[in-house]
């Protein structure tokens, strides 16, 4: 294992992944193309397998929402090691895009999603680690949940 891989960091850091979360609908958590794995949009998995539940800037804070944020980030390691093995397989993160279930008048999306992107930035280092990014508001996400994000990951 290189010096300072994506799995050791991850355990330097004392994060334990959740088990890799099944599809909800019609699709698969990943697909590999060539050299990118696509991976579809995950939910705020918490360790006992509940969702986290609520629309940000009515039933959470900011400060809430990064941290379901970071849980989602938690579950798309869990996703991204399930179909390569290893987070060591990882060249870097290319895109992200992070959907807020928003208030109207919610203005901080980017600041949610960074509890997302600090993780990975933090698991993978700031040069693999951080790639392209959206943060949008949405009326509504799936079963209520605060906060979804999709990634591509460039693979070794």
């Not at 850091?13 to 193309?33: E, I, M």
């Not at 918490?46 to 800037?57: F, H, N």
């Not at 951080?130 to 994000?149: D, H, K, T, Y």
Request: glycine fraction near 10%; avoid cysteine; charge should be negative.
């Amino acid at each position: 294992m290189p010096e300072h891989s994506a799995e050791q960091r991850l355990k330097e850091l004392g994060l334990q992944l959740p088990p890799p979360p099944k599809p909800v609908a019609t699709y698969v958590p990943t697909v590999r193309v060539g050299n990118l794995l696509y991976v579809s949009g995950h939910g705020p998995l918490r360790p006992d397998g509940t969702l986290v539940e609520g629309k940000v800037g009515a039933d959470l804070t900011v400060e809430q929402a990064q941290e379901a944020a970071r849980l989602v980030g938690l579950a798309i390691l869990a996703s991204v090691r399930n179909a390569l093995g290893s987070l060591d397989r990882v060249q870097r993160l290319v895109k992200s895009f992070g959907m807020v279930n928003a208030t109207p008048d919610f203005r901080d999306h980017p600041e949610v999603i960074n509890g997302y992107s600090d993780l990975m930035a933090a698991v993978f280092g700031p040069e693999a680690g951080i790639g392209a990014r959206s943060a949008v508001g949405m009326g509504s996400l799936p079963r209520n949940i605060p906060v979804e994000i999709e990634a591509v990951f460039e693979v070794k």
